[in-house]
């Protein structure tokens, strides 16, 4: 261990997050001196994935506004932290702790996302097991029927003419936009939304397309917008998105999902390639960084002992931004499969293994929607027979109660299919999450480069805009030789089978 503070390191990672752990995979075929720490004892940082005895552990370090060793101007992205678990939970089927995998970034990525693409040209896709994220429904609390009050949404030209929810005209109205946003910035469709860019989509869908109420429900639901306010150039660029992914990697579904907790799983998996390209991990071990390097290297303290040296350090901004975005989320285990919202909805696709429940905000509240990201025991998070349920929505005094509500509703609505009884939820982790300053910072100073990556984006899908930081950061390391062209494309290591690498890794 002494041995390694001897030689002065290419760059230090702080933080196995997913942007850290992406660069690491960039950085696995560089032949850079590379030392990736971690404070917390797992991967993953703000992404990560927590069994049951873990996730009551976090959530009782994220209890209050501050952490208590911080000033009040210092406050964590996370906050406001419970875990709850029922009363008679074991008797009532509450599994093992390890048997539960709670993601803290349960994002969906779509298809056409440029992070499946550097998965795949680097070959790390091999080492991940990607699931399909299935129907998008609409809850409707006006309607009487509890049964019917999940709609689900159509996403295709097949889907809109064989629903049987949307009436005729309806259905040409909603092809008309459907056709129009499949082409929407091309020179003939263009000035049809030109100089109302930062109009609302819902105006505009009811202006130019005709659609009603409820169609404008099922479009803006797509937008997986929490704060409700969508613009129309936004808008129409996520649409296009949905569309335009649904049918790439297979009929049926427009996004993927990773088996085993989703981003964390990807930061791991891109962690273990950093670990075979030489790289050195070290998890439960802390950096006391200087806040100003006074040499031509910077040193670190590490907690293990340690002092090392490096020219590069690259780390994470964890504190909130004032006034910054803040949700509220809930994570529920329930004691029942809810194999109705996972039904195979056009013939050849592959069973889902996540389905998206939007809850529209109402036209009088100043609330926003709440979106609820329910995922099958396929995905690993939980045992079979159980359901894990992700619900989301912007923090406002009523958030939490609201959340709670509607999870109840949820239960409701899809508990006549499911049998006679409603399902019961055995164990919650309620938090609080902020943003950090959004640009990644770098400074430099007598020969030394501090580089800082933003906190990870709140957004319900993977946001591409994360992967220009990592990219600049391999940049900063690589140096002169940084070659765009051969960025994130790697060839399969000789030697190397699947999954030999974990021993490397583990």
Known sequence: ME?????????????TGLQQSLLALALSRSKKRILHL???????????????QEADGWAATHTGLIAAEESSSRQNIFKNASAWRHPEATNLGLSFPRAYSLALAPQIIHTRSKLIEQLVSSRAYKQVEFLAVGSFFVYNAES???SSRLARIPSSREDVFSTQSIPARSKRSLMKFLKFVIDYNSEEQRPLWQGREQKSLAEFLGSEFKLDENLKKYIL???LTLDGRVTVVDGLAIIHRHLTSMGLFG???????????????IAQVACRAGAVGGGIYMLDTKADIPDEPSASEISLDLSNGLSIRTTKLVTSQNEAAPDSQTITRLVAVVNSPLKSLFEVNIEGAPT???????????????????????????TGECPKGQSVIYLTTPSTPRAAQR????????????????????????????????????????????????????????????????????KDAWKLVIGEDASEDEYMIFQDREGVADDDDDDAYD
Not at 3 to 15: A, H, Q, R, T, Y
Not at 251 to 265: I, M, N, Q, R, T
Not at 363 to 375: F, K, L, M, Q, W
């Open 38 to 52: 971690d404070p917390n004892d797992y991967y993953g940082e703000n992404e990560a994935a927590f069994s049951l």
């Open 221 to 223: 639901a797509l937008t």
């Open 403 to 470: 959340l709670e509500s509607n999870l109840d509703n949820l239960l409701a609505a899809v508990s006549p299919a499911e049998g006679s009884t409603t399902p019961i939820c055995l164990y919650k982790l309620q938090y609080e999450q902020s943003l950090s300053a959004r640009e990644a910072s770098s400074t430099a100073r007598n020969g030394v480069t501090i580089f800082t990556f933003p906190s990870p984006s709140l957004s319900l899908a993977f946001d591409d805009k994360c992967l220009s930081a990592v």
């Open 352 to 378: 889902p293994a996540v389905a998206v429940v939007a809850f529209p905000s109402g036209s009088e509240s100043s609330d926003g929607p709440i979106y609820a990201s329910v995922h099958s025991s396929d």
């Open 3 to 15: 041995s390694l503070g001897n030689e002065p390191w290419d760059v230090v990672i702080c933080g």
């Open 144 to 146: 009487n029927d509890v």
């Open 251 to 265: 009929p049926g579904f427009c996004a993927l999902y990773p088996k085993w907790g989703g981003s964390s799983e």
